[in-house]
DNA sequence: CGATAATGATACGGCCCCGTAACGATCCGG
DNA sequence: CCGGATCGTTACGGGGCCGTATCATTATCG
């Protein structure tokens, strides 16, 4: 549980943002970060199904999104052994680190808000 | 000062990416956000070469994004009639509500956070 | 005045994402 | 064994954003 007024909500929203967009590197889209966040967040196994549901977006969506965050090394894919037609989706050193960049980012800037 | 653990931070960042992936409407980029809350939350008056100074970003990156969340009717633009080069960038009723909007997903979020 | 500077907009070539529809591969039930 | 269901991927046409370079308009200053 986490009080937090709407103006303290938006002044965050905009560093973090500012901060992202200063970030040369990291130019995610909104789905994609959900994507990211749900796949280093949620208990795996990730499948590409499992996301597409879980974020009410087609498959096709996923299956783009991964082809791009795999090139940034963000996250990686091997088929499932027992059942080949799925897909698992699988955590990197520099996904992870990524999220907890950003982790760092939030909390910095959650930090510096003042009370208004 | 808010205190939020970095767990907190990014399931409150998840949870909020969701809300704006099922918001069929809404689909700003990091930039848009970026400019769009500069707008509403800091002083007029706004111009372009303000805010790409602010942002860090060229002047056609800030030109395109007023056309495109003008065209959203989240921004209005007006030349500056004492200086006609300038231009200044306008709030919107639907600016407010959706920068609102915003808001109210993040504290809503914010409040359901456990404290692990 | 005229030259220079400053502002915002536009043109261009390139890349990424979207939604729909179709596809190959794999599993499963009769 | 084979037809149907399920999985992830790919193809297609359309649209948006990017960075660089350039432009027209307006202001400034000698």
């Known amino acids: 549980m986490l009080e937090i007024k709407p103006?303290?909500?938006?002044r965050?929203?905009?560093e973090v943002h500012l901060d992202l967009v200063r970030d040369t590197q990291a130019?995610?889209?909104v789905r994609q970060t959900a994507i990211l966040l749900t796949i280093y967040l949620e208990?795996?196994?990730h499948t590409v199904r499992g996301l597409a549901a879980r974020l009410g977006v087609t498959k096709p969506v996923i299956t783009r999104a991964l082809d791009s965050m795999g090139k940034l090394g963000?996250?990686?894919r091997k088929r499932d052994e027992y059942d080949k037609?799925?897909?698992v989706i699988q955590r990197t050193v520099a996904g992870a680190l990524a999220v907890?960049?950003?982790a760092d980012l939030v909390t910095a800037r959650a930090r510096e808000l003042g009370s208004a």
């Open 12 to 14: 965050l929203w905009r």
């Open 74 to 76: 963000l996250v990686s």
């Open 43 to 45: 208990l795996p196994p």
């Open 100 to 102: 907890e960049h950003l």
């Open 7 to 10: 103006t303290q909500a938006l």
């Open 27 to 29: 130019d995610l889209s």
């Open 85 to 87: 037609r799925n897909v």
